[in-house]
């Protein structure tokens, strides 16, 4: 057996190849990751007359042109978590380090774990694509809580008090709409109450908003008392007017990238079941199908719980033996923060005849505080998900074999 150890960084890797007993075949050498370098690596790979197995360090995405290109030529290679690797280097007593150092270091963990080595799936296209566009959706949405903050923020020294009167929610852009219309107090008092009134009704009755002379008048009254801070000038409007189309940008943003997610999602099989589920609609389920991916991935329903960082490992040591444990954290964090949202979204709405929801009710009976009975939940969730993807695939995989 030959273990090839591959220190991967920005742009460039180091590779050392090694047999049982640190033999070193090749001493550390260093490959840019351009095609024609990373073919010559795989050539030599192929000519080593053992079995080889490439062992890389997980490094955000910084190793996955390395990992795709050699699990495309039919290649095993196994992806390491940093941690674990970090720990199996610390053992050695000097502390040196560089890139020659680390690939030798990684080249004997292929050694020592040899039987343990995972390789890395093929995963289809699809859900590649799924979490490539989960990733830059939870970006938008990240950068679009912040544009709200930031325009918050200056309605209260524009417009204070206004979101008491209108707001924003999923199904319209009531306030950003508004307030990209009159965006200061002064210029409302300019129309004077009759002009603004008419004005409004006809402004919201050409946007499909309710039109209401009751709110018009609230909002005179409102801007008559107000105090606004910012001076009625052209750069405050400048401001004001760019806030609005930023997060207007932003949600446009958003809600493309989360209708291609819904596109791809419905072709794989498993999105009518997730769909099924309980509290599970067109936005979670993409998002809930793109962190797990292809769940015959795991070996079973453990390792989903722990790929989504929500195990608890034990904690033992003689006669210890630890009663209150934490969850790892050293999974998927977006797979628990899309997981969270639907334990949020079942305890809003409180299912009847629901395995998950009647497990938090039962927990939280125990006496379980909200965020023991959230991991709870949570953990409960992708037990009933794992079986319910698993079975759907059995039988599919039943039907070809008698067709």
């Known amino acids: 057996m030959i273990s090839v150890g591959i220190d991967v960084s920005k742009g460039k890797s180091t590779v050392c190849i ?6 070193v075949l090749s001493a550390p050498f260093e490959i840019t ?33 390395v990992a795709t290109l050699l699990v495309d030529n039919d290649i095993f290679v196994c992806s390491v978590n940093a941690l674990r690797m970090k720990k199996y280097c610390s053992q050695s007593i000097r502390r040196a380090k560089t890139d020659k150092i680390d690939s030798v270091h990684i080249a004997s963990y292929g050694i020592a774990y040899w039987n343990e080595l995972q390789s890395i799936p093929c995963s289809d296209d699809i859900y590649k694509e799924l979490q490539l566009l989960a990733r830059q959706y939870y970006q938008s949405v990240a950068l679009l809580v912040k544009a709200k903050v930031n325009f918050s923020n200056l309605l209260d020294r524009v417009m204070p008090n206004i979101q008491s009167i209108i707001t924003d929610n999923s199904s319209n852009s009531k306030l950003t709409d508004f307030v990209a219309r009159y965006w200061h107090f002064s210029r409302i008092l300019e129309m004077g109450e009759k002009r603004f009134i008419s004005d409004y009704c006809k402004w919201a009755k050409k946007k499909g908003y309710r039109m209401c002379e009751c709110n018009a008048k609230e909002i005179f009254a409102l801007a008559q008392n107000g105090i606004p801070v910012l001076p009625s000038s052209q750069s405050t409007k400048i401001v004001i007017t760019e806030a609005v189309r930023v997060i207007h940008e932003l949600e446009s943003s958003r809600d493309t990238i989360l209708a291609q997610m819904q596109s791809f999602a419905k072709t794989l099989p498993e999105y009518s079941v997730v769909r099924e589920m309980p509290c599970i609609g ?31 490992p034990p904690y033992q040591s003689g006669s210890f033996n630890a009663t209150e444990r934490h969850i790892s954290k050293r999974g998927n964090s977006y797979l628990r923060k899309t997981g969270y949202e639907i334990m949020q979204s079942l305890i809003k709405h409180k299912p009847e005849n629901d395995s998950v929801y009647d497990f938090i009710v039962k927990k939280r009976c125990e006496g379980k505080c909200a965020k023991e009975v959230m991991i709870a939940g949570l953990n409960k969730f992708l037990r009933v998900y794992y079986g319910k993807v698993t079975e759907l695939y059995d039988n599919l995989e039943y039907c070809n074999l008698t067709a």
């Open 18 to 23: 090694m047999k049982p007993g640190g033999e």
């Open 33 to 65: 990751h351009t095609k024609s370098e990373l073919l010559d690596l795989i050539n030599i790979i192929k000519s080593q007359n053992e079995e080889v197995r490439v062992v890389m360090e997980d490094t955000g995405h910084y190793h996955l042109p």
């Open 282 to 312: 067109d936005v979670l389920a993409p998002r809930i199908i793109a962190e797990i991916g292809d769940v015959r991935r795991f070996k079973n329903q453990h390792s989903l719980i722990a790929y989504a960082g929500i195990d608890a």
